[in-house]
Nanobody, 118 residues
């Protein structure tokens, strides 16, 4: 089993920045693909960014240029830096660890709320 714990959400003004962190623990094998997804009220969960290997990254078009995903200095952590926040970034952000490409399970964190408003 794998547990994912997110932190760093909160409130920010438009144009501000937030840094989300995800710490994975449990039966971690190798350097698993990890990512961040978000779900706004009334909308489906959507990809924000994923990281494969040490630094292979993919970003949603809606956040390109504003978001950076990176492995943390602590083992099995992944951080998401969001700059120039917009009200449409308001959502619950979920950390994901996905072993499906390796024939394994897919794990989700509990989510952390990000609210962007003036």
């Amino acid at each position: 089993q794998v547990q994912l714990v997110e932190s760093g959400g909160g409130w920010a003004q438009p144009g501000g920045s937030l840094r989300l962190s995800c710490a994975a623990s449990g039966n971690i094998i190798g350097i698993p693909p990890m990512g961040w997804y978000r779900q706004a009220p009334g909308k489906q969960r959507e990809l924000v960014a994923i990281i494969v290997g040490i630094d292979g990254t993919t970003y949603a078009d809606s956040v390109k240029g504003r978001v950076t995903i990176a492995r943390g200095n602590a083992k099995n952590t992944v951080n998401l830096q969001i700059n120039n926040l917009k009200p449409e970034d308001t959502a619950v952000y979920y950390c994901n660890l996905d072993y499906r490409s390796w024939g394994g399970p897919n794990y989700w964190g509990q989510g952390t709320q990000v609210t962007v408003s003036s």
